[in-house]
């Protein structure tokens, strides 16, 4: 990314949003009902699981960030379209930060949605998790697909 400020913003944001899900979690545990709604249809419970699940999707998301890191580390082994000598480090750095869209977002909206489960699961509001969580998703779409329309309008 050309802007650090950017690049630190997200990761700030990034980092704060799993410290006050954590605490978010931890703090209401003890309200947390033993079983949890895992899938709701039309306002109604569809599915109910234990409510230790609520810790499956942070994992999940640290998993995605440590595994996105690993991967975003070595942008010149991945495959490319139309990729010359001449437009091989824009490719490269237009990937790596496709990358890091998808390994912070990505992560990020695991997060969200999590927040809203758990907020579901004590009777509060979840719309505003809900809306967040599924634009980071749809960004983590966008993002790819742009890079993607983007190298095929390159010229050999």
């Known amino acids: 990314m050309k802007h650090k400020a950017f690049k630190g913003a997200v ?3 990034s980092g704060v949003t799993l410290l006050y899900h954590g605490y978010h979690l931890l703090s209401l545990w003890s309200d947390i009902p033993s079983q949890v709604a895992l899938h709701v249809s039309d306002d109604e419970l569809e ?3 234990p409510k230790f699940l609520l810790f499956l999707m942070p994992a999940s998301s640290i998993f995605l960030w440590l595994l996105l890191g690993f991967f975003g580390r ?11 000598e001449e437009n091989k480090h ?3 750095a237009k990937a790596k930060n496709v990358m890091f869209i998808l390994q912070y ?6 997060i ?3 927040e ?4 579901n699961a004590v009777g509060m509001d979840t719309v505003l998790p809900n809306v967040i969580a599924i634009t980071l998703i ?3 779409f966008i993002a790819p697909i742009y890079q993607l329309v983007w190298a095929t309008t390159l010229r050999e």
């Open 11 to 13: 990761m700030l944001i």
């Open 105 to 110: 977002v990505g992560a990020t909206s695991l």
């Open 74 to 84: 070595k942008p010149e082994s991945w495959n490319y379209i139309n990729l010359t």
């Open 90 to 92: 824009i490719q490269y």
């Open 138 to 140: 749809v960004i983590c």
């Open 112 to 114: 969200v949605a999590n």
């Open 116 to 119: 809203a489960l758990l907020r």
């Open 47 to 49: 599915d109910l699981g």
